[in-house]
């Protein structure tokens, strides 16, 4: 199990693998959320981590996703789960990302991140991957940011 830390990304290095992980609390409902997960048209607009997300992010389907950390590469990824404002996973052969919303109370969503990615040839290219701390923070703190900013206007 991936210990997650509030607001702060922790990544785990194995010699096969590297998973980073972030966990938020946000004040909103699960299906604004979720919206804002899901809709791949928005996401650059919300999203200062993402430059260009491409398709439809529906089960089964393919998108193309652009990321600040390495401007020039097109991530093409499948959308491996969805269950509906609760688990979102995408991802290639490489590794997945999942997103997972759980409700903790008094209005309260938790969103949590991980990512995992590695594979035989991982410890090859390792060095040549950027951390993505930083990143991590920066989602999760827009996605806080704008799913509590629409929950406020309604």
């Given at each position: 199990m991936i210990q997650t830390q509030l607001n702060k990304a922790t990544t785990v290095r194995k010699t096969f693998s590297r998973t980073t992980s972030i966990s938020t609390e946000i004040v909103s409902d699960p299906g604004i959320i979720w919206a804002l997960l899901t809709n791949?048209?928005?996401?650059?607009?919300?999203?200062?981590?993402?430059?260009?997300?491409?398709?439809?992010?529906?089960?089964?389907?393919?998108?193309q996703l652009r990321s600040i950390l390495d401007a020039k590469r097109v991530f093409k990824l499948s959308i491996k789960e969805m269950v509906p404002e609760n688990r979102l996973t995408w991802g290639d052969a490489m590794g997945k990302r999942t997103f997972t919303l759980v409700s903790i109370g008094n209005g309260l969503i938790r969103f949590t991140m991980i990512e995992k990615i590695g594979g035989p040839?991982?410890?090859?290219?390792?060095?040549?991957?950027?951390?993505?701390?930083?990143?991590?923070?920066?989602?999760?703190?827009?996605?806080?940011?704008?799913?509590?900013?629409?929950?406020?206007?309604?």
């Open positions: 791949a048209s928005d996401f650059s607009r919300w999203n200062s981590t993402i430059t260009s997300l491409e398709g439809k992010i529906e089960l089964g389907k393919k998108i040839l991982f410890p090859l290219f390792a060095g040549m991957i950027p951390s993505f701390d930083a990143s991590f923070e920066q989602f999760a703190a827009d996605l806080k940011k704008e799913s509590e900013t629409i929950m406020n206007a309604n």
